[in-house]
């Protein structure tokens, strides 16, 4: 295996691993970020208030993307299982 097809391969793992947790972590920052708007609009300085919305973003985030996650997964592992002869020579 040459060096260039190692990096490929680390860069797909790379690009694939942001394309599955990117979702669940920019849902879980939009609802970071607007729990903290309310909370400086209101005045609470509550700080495990924040955590609750935030479980709930990533939570609804996974329960929807989570078939488009699998196959992403699914398409990833087929390509590295498909050029295995090669890898391993």
């Given at each position: 295996?040459?060096?260039?097809?190692?990096?490929?391969?680390?860069?797909?793992?790379v690009?694939?691993?942001?394309?599955v947790?990117?979702?669940?972590?920019?849902?879980?920052?939009?609802?970071g970020?607007?729990?903290?708007?309310?909370?400086?609009?209101?005045?609470?300085?509550?700080?495990?208030?924040?955590?609750?919305?935030?479980?709930?973003?990533?939570?609804?985030?996974?329960?929807?993307?989570?078939?488009?996650?699998?196959?992403?997964?699914?398409?990833?592992?087929?390509?590295?299982?498909?050029?295995?002869?090669?890898?391993?020579?």
């Open positions: 295996m040459s060096e260039e097809m190692l990096i490929r391969i680390g860069q797909n793992a690009m694939v691993a942001l394309e947790g990117g979702p669940l972590l920019l849902l879980g920052l939009v609802a970020v607007t729990v903290s708007v309310l909370q400086a609009v209101t005045q609470i300085q509550e700080a495990t208030l924040s955590f609750i919305p935030k479980i709930l973003a990533v939570a609804l985030a996974f329960l929807l993307f989570t078939p488009w996650m699998i196959q992403k997964l699914v398409q990833f592992t087929t390509f590295l299982f498909g050029d295995f002869r090669v890898f391993i020579q």
